[in-house]
């Protein structure tokens, strides 16, 4: 059986905002550019923040990591890749590459996981069933 892959690609300019005294970015944005990478995907697979909190859940991150490979500076573009990962627990993960878009060289890589709560911010430990037909949807169980 084939391994399907979900992954969307995202460019981003390099802000002045996002650099040090030096010119390269600053080590913190990357977790941002993570989040941009993750409300891409949302757009584009219909798993946006709001799709979760529309069917009643919260979807918070309880984990990031990120590996820094090489730096980027102002005035550069930024491809950010993010995938899916399929997993049978009730969790989001995602996995990110980072791309300095001038010269394609990998920049940064990490991961993140989200868990679902309810509105009342309890821990769901079962697949929400918006999230099981999403993914029934996709061929992905």
């Not at 979807?59 to 990591?65: D, F, L």
């Not at 709560?117 to 029934?136: A, I, M």
Request: glycine residues 8%; aromatic residues 16%.
């Amino acid at each position: 059986m084939t391994k399907k892959k979900f992954i969307t690609r995202t460019e981003i300019p390099v802000r002045f905002s996002e650099v040090d005294s030096m010119g390269i970015v600053w080590h913190g944005h990357y977790i941002k550019f993570f989040e941009d990478g993750r409300e891409a995907f949302g757009r584009e697979h219909n798993l946006g923040y709001m799709d979760i909190y529309e069917n009643g859940y919260f979807a918070p991150v309880v984990k990031v990591e990120c590996e820094f490979k090489k730096y980027i500076e102002y005035g550069e573009t930024i491809v950010i890749e993010t995938e899916f990962v399929n997993n049978p627990a009730a969790k989001i993960i995602y996995r990110f590459k980072i791309f300095n878009k001038n010269n394609d060289e990998l920049v940064a890589e990490g991961e993140s996981i989200q868990v679902f709560t309810t509105s009342e911010g309890e821990l769901v430990l079962t697949n929400p069933p918006f999230f099981e037909k999403w993914k029934k949807q996709r061929g992905l169980l």
